[in-house]
T-cell receptor
Framework: KAGVTQTPRYLIKTRGQQVTLSCSPISGHRSVSWYQQTPGQGLQFLFE???????NKGNFPGRFSGRQFSNSRSEMNVSTLELGDSALYLCASSHGTSGVNRYFGPGTRLTVT | AQTVTQSQPEMSVQEAETVTLSCTYDTSESDYYLFWYKQPPSRQMILVIRQEAYKQQNATENRFSVNFQKAAKSFSLKISDSQLGDAAMYFCAYRSTQINSGGSNYKLTFGKGTLLTVNP
């Protein structure tokens, strides 16, 4: 099976712009969760989607949003980018919300200038 | 809220030797999962091993094993016969089993990580 894929792998944006990141889960996996990784804060949970519904949300401002499509692919959007949004954004998939193991994608490296 | 602490920012080991990475966590729950993830320089996060809290037996995956001390809330990872390919950032993570109103509470809470260097 193909692993979790994320596009794009690298992205450079200017402060104030918005960005959309994409994640395709492993075939058959219906749960997708997103994490932000920064040197200072480490890995922080953003949100989780299952069956096109947001099931859980981390402590991030409303500028961070996401959605999931009927084919389980997920997108996350960050509006009005700030310098502090520069991070590696990781997507993880599992078979269901109760799937124990999470399988991570390679991440999208976002740089905000 | 659960917290995960990795007190060793960096560790080093000689090739073929054994190294133990430490992790402690705080929770009021009795049932949960613990994980060790490895993130090599390529950045792909890889699941190394997992432990179910209800199991007393320590998990083992080839050269990787854990020492799970539930009462002490300690979860260390032992890497035996270290190889150059083991060099990576290692993250300890906690996952609850309790469900929230949204139907999930299965987010992973990570420690800050331990950077493992393997010397030839």
């Amino acid at each position: 099976k193909a692993g979790v894929t994320q596009t794009p792998r690298y992205l450079i944006k200017t402060r104030g712009q918005q960005v959309t990141l994409s994640c395709s889960p492993i075939s058959g996996h219906r749960s997708v969760s997103w994490y932000q990784q920064t040197p200072g804060q480490g890995l922080q949970f953003l949100f989780e989607y299952f069956s096109e519904t947001q099931r859980n949300k981390g402590n991030f401002p409303g500028r961070f949003s996401g959605r999931q499509f009927s084919n389980s692919r997920s997108e996350m959007n960050v509006s009005t980018l700030e310098l502090g949004d520069s991070a590696l954004y990781l997507c993880a998939s599992s078979h269901g919300t109760s799937g124990v193991n999470r399988y991570f994608g390679p991440g999208t490296r976002l740089t905000v200038t | 809220a659960q917290t995960v602490t990795q007190s060793q920012p960096e560790m080093s080991v000689q090739e073929a030797e054994t190294v133990t990475l430490s992790c402690t966590y705080d929770t009021s729950e009795s049932d949960y999962y613990l994980f060790w993830y490895k993130q090599p320089p390529s950045r792909q996060m890889i699941l190394v091993i997992r432990q179910e809290a209800y199991k007393q037996q320590n998990a083992t995956e080839n050269r990787f094993s854990v020492n799970f001390q539930k009462a002490a809330k300690s979860f260390s990872l032992k890497i035996s016969d270290s190889q150059l390919g083991d060099a990576a950032m290692y993250f300890c993570a906690y996952r609850s089993t309790q469900i929230n109103s949204g139907g999930s509470n299965y987010k992973l809470t990570f420690g800050k990580g331990t950077l493992l260097t393997v010397n030839p």
